[in-house]
């Protein structure tokens, strides 16, 4: 008996995923890594200094780069990201999202973010959607970042939900794979090989409501 959803932030609620890519592959360049489609689609849902990691594990430079240097790069990528999100409006929701929300509160589900982003508070706020949700997992407080299933976990545990009771909705591959960890039913939206174990697929947020999701429930 599903009571609540959890959702993810970039790619999901928000047109950031975008951004996130420019300023990744501004870094990629930088450190002479060659910037494919499918690292951008890898990137998706990993936490920064994971991205970073990525990112240098791709070039074949992990070793090259100590902490410091690390924490340089990461800093230098946000302070490019919050540059391009600055002047977020209402309008950079994705479409259809602002209706979803609209359509669950008003069926009287409670709702919940799990973003990988320390920026998702920001970001809420630049879009006018926080009142929609009772709770934004601090991504700080989990023990691991996505694919681990401990910021969906803690998604349904802020709405004193069991997993079971809860959908969770993704852009990433790795967002997928948290959301099915913990044990719940997850909605994939976007790319179908990236987003191949979602219990239910959307190619776009366009498509999201709560008529379509019950209608391929699974059995
Ligand atoms: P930040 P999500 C994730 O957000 C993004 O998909 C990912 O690209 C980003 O690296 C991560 O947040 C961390 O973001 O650098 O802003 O803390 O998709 O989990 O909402
Ligand atoms: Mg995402």
Known sequence: NIKGFAFDMDGVLADTAKFHSIAWRQIAEEVGTTWT????????????????????????????????AR??????KNDNYRNLISELTPDDALPGMREFLAELKAAGYKMSIASASKNAGFIVDRLGISDYFEAIVDPASVAAGKPDPAIFKAAADVLNLAPEEVIGLEDSGAGIQSINGAGEMSVGIGDADALSDADILFASTKDVTLANIKANWPK
């Open 37 to 68: 489609p499918e690292l951008a689609e890898n990137l998706k849902g990993i936490d920064r200094m994971g991205s970073l990691d990525l990112i240098l594990t791709t070039g074949g430079m992990a070793d090259e780069y100590d902490l410091a």
């Open 71 to 76: 924490e340089a790069l990461a800093t230098k």
